[in-house]
């Protein structure tokens, strides 16, 4: 495209500009430009004009038939899309009673899809990562953060990530790859503490070197690793020049802290944190994300991402998207239900899923509808924002555009 095109009219563009990073967001903070249309020039935004006056300057119109309403692409900033097979065996059984992580520590859980996806090839792991980040995409995800963490030894954690890598570049599909290698440990080791030191040694400077993700996850937990072991694998994988995310306080407190303390950009679950741990992340620089969709798959209360905010932390919202705790994956829907269970603004809502999840994976160029930031916008067929969220997740996008261009 070489000269900026003008795309509209949309009865409103919720821009999501200029709003705070951390703490509560009222509406009315919200910028809703009325009647407006988006200049788009390659893969970025120009500026947010009004249509009329924008068809009196630009040649290069996109002109849409109907009533449109648009938003910046959603970040997922959370999931673990990568895997082979299915735990629909484990779900029955966790509607019968049993607990995740009783079926964890019985040898099933996550070492099931472990074992599915070792036996998977490159082939089959990126189809798989395509067909779920392109249903992701038609529903309005225009980044999608993707976890490995089902392989547990060398080949097959390198496997899952060059599996993301492909299909990132294949595809219009903007994947950020995270090493998850210390998941839980596998059977193949006998100690915890054997099991990090190899990943630091042998995986971690080969994920490096190739270029296959700048961001460590660890799962600090009972039945994982706990809180001094996972202290000493994210100060080394620092050292090595990773980013840090933590599976943090999912069903025990201790995570949350820690991701605070060492400076990582995310501590995502957060159901079992205390009032003492939501006040220090909240003081911290450190995201905390939430993951409504493993309360939901798991029957479980959400996190309380109400307090997080009123102590003055900065809330995302991701799936969690994976085969064991959150099969669903429907991000708006979830963000859309929790809102609504937590008392969030709408306005906050919509941070949680854009500008604040961007935050989490250090991304600036995203996430609000601003001059410089990446063409990534949907469109919803509808005269008022409210209505999307009010659909709890039912009101899907009609079009998304990624990187400036019309997602077919
Ligand atoms: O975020 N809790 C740890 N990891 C995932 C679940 C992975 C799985 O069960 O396959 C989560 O819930
Ligand atoms: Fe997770």
């Known amino acids: ?92 059984l966790k509607v019968g009673g049993a607990g995740y992580q009783e079926i964890l520590k019985g040898g099933g859980g996550i070492h099931d899809t472990v074992q599915k996806t070792r036996a998977a090839t490159l082939a089959e792991l990126e189809r798989l990562v395509a067909g779920r980040a392109t249903r992701h995409i038609t529903e309005g995800v225009t980044t999608i953060e993707v976890k490995s963490g089902y392989g547990l030894n060398l080949a097959d954690e390198l496997k899952m990530l060059e599996a993301i890598s492909r299909t990132s570049k ?16 596998p059977g193949e080791f006998d100690q915890a503490d054997e099991y990090l030191d190899f990943l630091v040694n042998n995986l971690l400077p080969q994920v490096k070197q190739e270029g296959l993700s700048n961001r460590v996850d660890i799962f600090v937990e009972d039945g994982a690793f706990d809180v001094a072991l996972s202290r000493k694998y994210l100060t080394q994988a620092k050292e090595l020049g990773f980013h840090l995310t933590v599976h943090a306080d999912q069903f025990s407190s201790g995570g949350s802290k820690l991701a605070a303390d060492i400076g990582a950009l995310s501590a995502d679950h957060l159901e079992a944190s205390t009032d003492t741990d939501i006040k220090h992340l909240a003081g911290s620089n450190t995201v905390g994300v939430v993951l409504p969709g493993a309360s939901m ?55 949680g899923i854009t500008f604040r999840a961007a935050k989490a994976l250090d991304l600036d160029d995203r996430g609000s509808l601003m001059s410089g930031n ?31 261009r019309l997602v077919e």
Not at 9 to 24: E, I, R, S, Y
Not at 77 to 91: M, P
Not at 381 to 394: A, I, M
């Open 374 to 404: 990446l063409a990534d916008f949907i469109a919803f067929e509808t005269t008022d924002y409210r209505e999307v969220l009010y659909h709890q997740g039912k009101m899907k996008p009609v079009a998304v555009w990624k990187n400036g």
């Open 170 to 185: 294949e595809y219009l599909l903007d994947l950020i790859p995270t090493c998850l290698a210390a998941h839980v440990k």
């Open 297 to 351: 798959g798991l029957g479980l209360p959400f996190a309380s991402a109400r307090k997080l905010l009123d102590y003055g932390g900065c809330l995302a919202i991701a799936t969690d998207w994976n085969p064991g705790s959150a099969p669903m994956g429907d991000l708006l829907m979830q963000a859309a239900v929790l809102g609504a269970s937590q008392k969030l603004s709408m306005a906050e809502t919509w941070a």
């Open 1 to 92: 495209m070489h000269t900026p095109q003008l795309t509209g009219p949309f009865k409103q563009v919720v821009t999501l500009a200029n709003l705070p990073t951390k703490g509560p967001i009222t509406d009315d903070q919200l910028q809703v430009v009325p009647n407006a249309g988006i200049v788009l020039h390659g893969d970025r935004i120009v500026e947010i004009v009004d249509f009329e006056e924008g068809t009196k300057k630009r040649k290069n119109v996109f002109e849409m038939e109907g009533d449109y309403v648009a938003f910046p692409g959603l970040i997922d900033c959370h999931t673990h899309i990568c895997f082979a097979g299915s735990r629909a065996k484990d779900y029955q």
